[in-house]
């Protein structure tokens, strides 16, 4: 705790007081100790605040002796966003902007303020815990992601000491929402295939089962990904930013060379399906995941019908994890080939796992060994 004293070569009182294993003592410029006990208070309640991790400007001035930039709060949100425009997917900037937007609302941002200082870990609990009230742990931590990277480039910038969200720990999970997902089973992936609406999601459902790619990298595969000499598929994984080679699955290369001879003349760099690719680049996957749930799932009596109800959802209204999405033709691809007892490594090679030790095994399992697993993959067009 701080102290006063005197010094013999002062009229003044003075505090002492210990932070972060430093001792400091600096002069209250008062004559009179009521006057250095009131400083005294106002010392103790900097440092009690700095405790209770809700540091505040007046006291990192206090400490340092440095005066923070008197930055607003929103004028530092849209000089983010704006940088983000350029140097992020445009899927990544949809996400920093509804974090933008969520506290903009919840401070009340304008010109006038407030300052970007005043914002504390007790405010941002209380923000999240509200969002963490409406949507699942995983959505909450994705907003505290967010929330983390913005103040993070504030601190680089000088604009703050502290990042507020260090101290803010990841939402758990509730019971209905540990879901784990479920491989389909071959009957469940043929029925998938015949009740897909259009070609993009029987050729999404095809190709999911057959690479094991995930959606992003389906839905924006450029035509030049196609070795039509080797008859495999030769991309750079969005996700880890990997190079990998798939081998082509016969029903799947029918129908890519189908749609690659109705373009003749396009660039290798356009995608199979422009349309998708440009909303997935725009958008994010949200809307694939929602029709996928809506136009293949529920037709194939593999989920029920949900209501989308727009504006804020009761904890008890939060929608649980489903066993099956999109991603589960992934854990479907896995398990097939493991079911035909491929070996690990070749599994994890065509699965395109991300860590250094299966990335190696691209080099030394040969393309004819992969072209044998997949061909053991059951035809799930007939």
């Given amino acids: 705790m701080p102290w006063l004293y005197q010094r013999k070569d002062s009229d003044c009182w003075w505090i ?23 400083e005294l208070a ?71 303020g407030p300052g970007l200082a005043s914002v504390t870990p007790a405010d941002l ?42 101290v803010i720990k990841p939402f758990k999970a509730g019971a209905g929402e540990k879901q784990a997902r479920k491989p389909f089973s071959q009957p469940q992936l043929v029925t998938l295939y015949k009740v897909a609406p259009d070609d993009f999601w029987r050729y999404a459902v095809l190709a999911g089962f057959t690479t094991g790619l995930r959606l992003g990298d389906l839905v924006t595969m450029p035509l030049g990904a196609v070795d ?31 749609i690659f001879d109705a373009r003749p003349g396009a660039n290798p760099s356009e995608a199979f399906w422009p349309d998708h690719a440009a909303r997935y680049e725009k958008s994010g996957p949200g809307w694939f995941s929602q029709r996928f749930y809506d136009l ?44 035909n007892r491929q070996n ?15 990335n190696d095994l691209y080099t030394t399992l040969p393309q004819d060994v992969l072209a044998k697993a997949v061909a053991q993959l059951p035809d799930i067009t007939k």
């Fill in 125 to 166: 609990t209380q923000l999240l815990g509200e969002k963490r009230a409406q949507v699942s742990a995983s959505t909450a931590n994705s907003l505290r992601k967010c929330f983390s990277i913005f103040f993070k480039r504030c601190k680089v910038r000088g604009y703050i000491r502290d990042n507020p969200c260090d």
């Fill in 42 to 112: 106002r010392v103790n309640a900097l440092i009690a605040a700095q405790k209770a991790n809700a540091l505040s400007q007046e006291l990192f001035e206090h400490l340092t002796g440095k005066a923070l930039p008197n930055v607003t709060l929103k004028a530092a949100l849209a000089d983010w966003l704006n940088e983000s425009t350029g140097a992020n997917k445009p899927a990544t900037v949809t996400k920093y902007s509804a974090a933008a937007a969520a506290l903009e609302v919840f401070f009340k941002a304008d010109d006038r």
């Fill in 344 to 358: 690990q490594q070749l599994v994890k090679a065509l699965a395109g796992h991300s860590s250094d030790e299966v």
């Fill in 296 to 339: 293949v799932l529920v037709k194939a009596g593999l989920a029920a019908t949900r209501p989308h109800r727009k504006g804020s959802k009761k904890k008890s209204e939060r929608r649980a994890v489903h066993e099956f999405s999109f991603h589960s033709l992934r854990h479907s691809c896995v398990t097939t080939h493991a079911a």
């Fill in 16 to 38: 002492g007081y210990r932070m972060n294993g430093r001792q400091f003592r600096e002069s209250t410029g008062q004559v009179e100790k009521s006057d250095a006990e009131r």
């Fill in 228 to 258: 039509w000499r080797q008859r495999c598929l030769r991309l750079t994984v969005r996700k880890t930013d990997k190079a990998i080679l798939i081998p082509l699955a016969p029903a799947l290369l029918k129908m890519l060379k189908s």
